[in-house]
């Protein structure tokens, strides 16, 4: 499992990291384009597939001046193909 919880948190810390530089580009790289992506950011519904979660992030990256992120992650749980 120390494979899979590295796994997990390169894949956070990449997803932040597009996040906080407002990189579209690198976020459709670590992104899921599978049938079951969906995103649900705070105070919205959820999104469906990716071109609705793309356009989601384009609209906040473009009305969005200054992001800074601090995570601090706890514990990492991987049961199966989730985590």
């Known amino acids: 499992m ?5 796994l997990v948190l390169a894949a956070n810390q990449a997803f932040y ?3 906080e530089k407002k990189d579209l580009e690198a976020m459709e ?3 899921s384009k599978g049938m079951g992506c969906l995103c649900i950011h ?3 519904g959820a999104l469906k597939g990716w071109q609705e979660i793309r356009h989601s992030w384009e609209q906040i990256f473009k ?5 800074e992120i601090d995570t601090e992650i706890l514990a990492v749980e991987v049961s199966g193909v989730l985590a």
């Open 2 to 6: 120390t494979g899979d919880r590295e």
């Open 17 to 19: 990291r597009c996040f």
């Open 29 to 31: 790289a670590v992104w």
């Open 42 to 44: 705070p105070g919205r």
């Open 63 to 67: 009305n969005t001046s200054y992001i």
